[in-house]
């Protein structure tokens, strides 16, 4: 299925490709270190998700743009250059109109740098087609990426504090697991996930 | 207390107490990927120690001697990731060069480096903690390799038993090891909080 | 020659694009730095106005004076002067930084017009544990330190948390995070209050 959607791109395919199918944490595992650093709770694992969306959109953009001028041994250069100009920018605006998120997310926002899910769109994808393939495939993909990201968040934040979005939603009695904020959590929770995306594939296959 | 004493503690830290892998959670990508074979997991934690110790010091020094004094910290990021990247790829030339029986075994590693953010995360880490010599900076950067070596290295001998193991179906692959690494990560909680 | 041309040739789309970017950044940066201060100010003073009730306006009092850090290092700190709205010092604040359970605690502290009393910390930033270390923000801790005796301060393990004094009971399951933090009050406090009593800031508009 990945394969013929990347023959012959259909864009209705590629945008529900990058949702599921090929949906950059839970099948292709990439972008673990934003996925398992932000998702403590879900506001800033929305920010999180909506940077990278920003960032994977404009990059694939201009990476199309240019694709038929790169050069072979420059092109990682070339992409990584995109890439960091795109955080930067991402990185000053939530200083300027989110500094409380920014604070939060500290240095994992220049992370989305080195974030895989980007490279690999942009020489997977962005480097072999035009512009309103590039364009849909970064929308599914960034929002294959931040659903993942708001589902694991939703569940560390209400198991470690009983509340989502900061609104209490447990009954009193419920006693907050600490841990599930904490880096155990991360990893544990995300890896019970990948377990169940798992059965549920093979079941439909 | 002392310099040397300061260096150690540092040292002692960033192996430690602050280990990227399961404290920051940089560096997971290649951790999961390469942590199958414990050779490879070791031929990879030294290139990533190399390149780390190497870029770490540099981007420490453009970082205080051009960027803040022009005040152009605004472009920190473009800098830092351009450093890096060339930095790997001066350590492939070299390693090709001289050493091309060690450039065979790191062969595949080298590229993937550029984008394992523990090398990234490090050199930002550095600027967040206001590390303000270069001696520190570079220390740390060593622990930091010498420290994903270690996770890396637990990890796959690990991995390597589990294979041996009766892992439930869907749980086989990357599920099974992010929860060996959640377990690993509670382990070293109970480091923290031992340098005060 | 023909190795310049082979340069070009291979890199100028390099080049263009460093360009291209490094305006898109400068015009990033110029339209939003002036926020991006004005939002750590902003921060700041929220913090200080609610540790330092009467304030109305801050000051810069002192200019990165110099505080001996635990560690043979010298850290840099700004004083700043709370004013009311006569124009009177109702109080001092700065920032304190130092090593807690995980990470740095950065706090904002502040002191009345004398320097004779705390008037209580905020957590500027800390990444300390959750459901432990990050209780250091609860009142059960925190204000333990309002009006407590602007001196040396000592961590104790049990003993009455209303009485006021420079005694200040630690949070059971985070006694490293209460021990950071009493540490933190403690490296300042000395310099700051000589600081501020020897140049004849404090007790000036009183």
Redesign the interface.
Known sequence: MASEALDKPALGQTFIAGLWNENPVLRLVLGMCPTLAVTAAVRPALTMGCSVIFVLVCSNLVVSLMRNLLKPHLRILMFTLTIAAFVTIADLFLKAFLPEMSERLGPYVPLIIVNCIIICRAEACASKNGLAVSLVDAIGMGLGFTMTLCVLASVRELLATGKIFEQQVMPAVFVPWAAMSMPVGAFITLGLMLGLVNTITKKKA | ??TLT?LLLAFISIVI??NLV????????PY?GVSGRIDMAFGMGLAVTFVVTLSGAMTWMIDHWVLMKAGLE?????C???VI?GAVQLVEMYLRKFFPSLYESFGIFL?LI????A???LC??IN??EI?NLLEAAVLSFGAGIGFTMAICIMAGIRENLNLADV????RG??????T???L??AF?GF??M?? | MSNIKHFFEQSWLLIVSSFFFGLLIAVANAAWSERIVQNEIDKRNRLMTDLIADANSFDVAAQAVEIPDTKAKVVKTDIYRALDGSGRTVGFAFIAVGSGFQDKIKLVIAVDGKCEKFLGFKVLASNETPGFGDKIKDSYFSSQFRDAPAGKLQLVKTGDDKKIDSEIVAISGATVSSEAVVKIFNTYIDTVREHLQTKGSAGNGK
């Open positions: 207390m002392d300061i107490i602050n399961f404290t920051k959670f940089l560096g997971i990508c999961l605004v472009t920190r990021y473009v830092f990731i351009l990247a590229p550029t984008t394992n953010c090398i990234l995360g930002l880490f967040l903690w303000d439930p179906r869907c749980l990357a599920p099974i090891t992010l929860i690494a959640g377990l990560a509670l909680m923290a909080g340098i005060r």
